[in-house]
């Protein structure tokens, strides 16, 4: 099943969100030097504590996300955040990565015969879509596995297709470098709890935009249901665990929902990025961490992508979803001393931040920085998040303990 409404395509050449970008780190430059002397991709604000959000009112007052952010798919904008540069475990929200890095290395009518070896490194605990070794499925078969059920059998097997466990994570760590995902540390291919796992909630919708792109992923990740094979002729049905497309668990289905990815580990919590359109528009939202546990993290994405629809219009971008390297994006990486400069800064709480932001600098900043051959950003801060509520998200199928699931 396709999406109904495509996604607007996305622009490879310097952009109004870069120039946004630019325009964001200007003033902050006046108010906060040892921020200015580490660039944060995105934009400075977007590493600041507390909500990010000018000339627009209304967030949903309920939020308990350690981290999120509400972005225009087609320009890139990012309209509210949290803690958006934040380091945390992404749980199956990670397989959005793999995605990213690995569809395109397969045809979808490709066949491979599983065999032991492609199961053996499975962690305990894990969500299962039910690969069975001796059974011949295609590619597209796997892909469904991965999206639909976050089986990371299915991971695996597609992990060893593509020259082994060892060679898909340094891939996917490579594609996260090149989508300036730079928060992102990738150990395993599936997203399961493993020490030193991390990215944040700027880096997964990164990942989410960069694989709305393609139709393949479109399309996998937009799959309510689909048959899944079982061994001669038979199959049994799979159903995609995001709620918010299915309706599941008693979550109303979100009107013009794409996709794209949900996520449960016992050190993560429950994760979502999630992406709909309406009236022609489509927005990104990825939630991380939610007190909530069960469907919370739904309900927090719905309201932020209700509040982006209604009031999104009316909101001054305070960042930007950047460009990748090999689009055209460029980076700077600032120096040791420098960033520990801005590690040690104080962060600014901003409510609608229109005090710090002012009219310091301007588009004449925005020029002088493009002159001086700083047109980009790279992130600064954030450690790593303490465990979550053990709460499971998704009744798939699982191996082990409920606290040790992956979803």
């Known amino acids: 099943m396709r999406d109904s409404s495509p996604v607007p395509p996305r622009a490879a050449q310097l952009s109004r969100r870069a120039a946004l970008g630019l325009v964001a780190a200007v003033p902050l430059a006046a108010a906060s030097p040892a921020s200015a002397a580490t660039p944060v991709i995105g934009g ?3 590493a600041r504590a507390g909500v990010q959000v000018r000339g627009a009112s209304g967030l949903p007052k309920r939020l308990t996300a350690r981290s999120w952010l509400v972005a225009d798919h087609e320009s890139g904008e990012v309209l509210a955040s949290y803690h ?4 945390l475990a992404p749980a199956s929200t990670l397989k959005m ?4 890095t690995v569809l395109k290395n397969f045809e979808r009518t490709e066949r491979h015969r599983v065999t032991d070896a492609d199961l053996a490194d499975i962690p305990s605990g894990s969500s299962m879509v039910g690969v069975k070794p001796g059974i011949t499925y295609t590619v597209e078969q796997l892909w469904l596995g991965v999206f639909l059920r976050s089986g990371n059998d299915a991971v695996h097997v597609l992990s060893h297709m593509n020259g082994g466990l060892a060679r898909t994570v340094s891939q996917m760590q ?14 395993s291919p599936d997203g ?21 792109a393609d139709a393949d992923f479109r399309a996998y990740c937009h799959t309510k249901t689909a048959n899944f094979p079982a061994g001669g002729k038979k199959t049994f049905q799979i159903q995609n665990t995001d709620r918010l497309l ?15 990815k949900n996520g449960y580990t016992s050190n993560a919590g429950n994760t979502f990025t999630g992406a709909a359109t309406r009236g022609g528009r489509t927005l990104l939202v990825t939630v991380m961490h ?26 001054q971008s305070v960042g930007a979803l950047v460009d990748p390297l090999s689009e055209g994006g460029a980076s700077a990486t600032p120096t040791r001393k420098a960033a520990k400069a801005a590690a040690g800064a104080s962060a600014t709480v901003a409510g609608d931040g229109s005090s710090s932001w002012g009219l310091v600098g301007g588009a004449g900043g925005a020029v002088a920085l493009l002159a ?11 450690a790593a998040g303490d465990e979550a509520l053990e709460e499971p998200q998704d009744g798939q199928n699982q191996r082990g303990r409920r606290g040790r699931q992956q979803g």
């Open 246 to 260: 299915t309706g599941a668990w008693g979550v109303p289905t979100y009107d013009g929902l794409i996709g794209v």
């Open 192 to 212: 399961f709890d493993h020490k030193g796992q991390v990215s944040s909630a700027y880096d997964l919708t990164l990942f989410a935009r960069h694989g709305l």
């Open 84 to 87: 958006a540069h934040t380091h």
């Open 97 to 100: 990565l793999f995605a990213d």
């Open 372 to 382: 001086g051959g700083a047109y980009a950003w790279r992130r600064r801060r954030s």
């Open 290 to 315: 939610p007190k909530s546990g069960g469907s919370g993290v739904y309900e927090e994405t719905a309201a932020l992508l209700d509040w982006g629809f209604k009031e999104g219009a009316k909101a």
């Open 174 to 187: 490579a594609k996260a470098q090149d989508l300036q995902a730079l928060d992102t540390h990738v150990v």
């Open 44 to 46: 400075e604000r977007l």
